[in-house]
């Protein structure tokens, strides 16, 4: 009974470390693959880092502005006008981060035309 435990237990053990590695894979390089395919293999695996990195920068800066949005008081009141302004703002100077300033894909990336984002940065002061 004990050995079938214990086979079952390393079958888990198994599954669990292949399922949380199923987005990258981290294997180390065979000792026949030539120097280009390694470098090749690091060179994808900066890049993964990168983009994950990235989103999860884009992530806490929403979080950030959500924490803004539920600190406001209620019962003193709210100017719509100037929430809207910030929310717009910061999501604004968000995609013009991940685009490195390129106003055109910026405004493909919040679903508004590029005369619409320009007039908004221009409105608002927007320096990025």
């Known amino acids: 009974m004990s050995a ?5 237990i390393d079958a888990k053990n198994k599954q ?7 987005g990258v894979d981290l294997r180390l390089a065979r000792a026949d693959q030539s120097a280009s395919g390694r470098v090749r293999r690091l060179a994808d695996l900066a890049s993964a ?3 994950e ?8 800066a ?5 924490a803004k949005l539920t600190s406001v008081d209620v019962s003193k009141g709210i100017d ?24 055109a894909r910026a405004a493909q990336l919040l679903g ?4 619409t984002l ?6 608002y002061g927007i320096e990025y």
């Not at 929403?62 to 959500?66: C, L, N, Q, R, V």
């Not at 719509?80 to 300033?101: C, H, M, P, W």
């Open 4 to 8: 079938n435990r214990a086979t079952l």
């Open 62 to 66: 929403f979080a950030d502005e959500s």
């Open 53 to 60: 990195a990235q989103v999860l920068a884009r992530d806490k």
């Open 16 to 22: 669990a470390a292949s399922t949380s590695t199923r």
């Open 80 to 103: 719509f006008y100037s929430e809207v302004e910030r929310f717009e703002t910061a999501l604004i100077k968000l995609a013009l981060d991940q685009t490195t300033g390129n106003q």
């Open 49 to 51: 880092l990168l983009r």
């Open 118 to 123: 320009n007039s908004k940065i221009k409105l």
């Open 112 to 115: 508004l035309r590029a005369t």
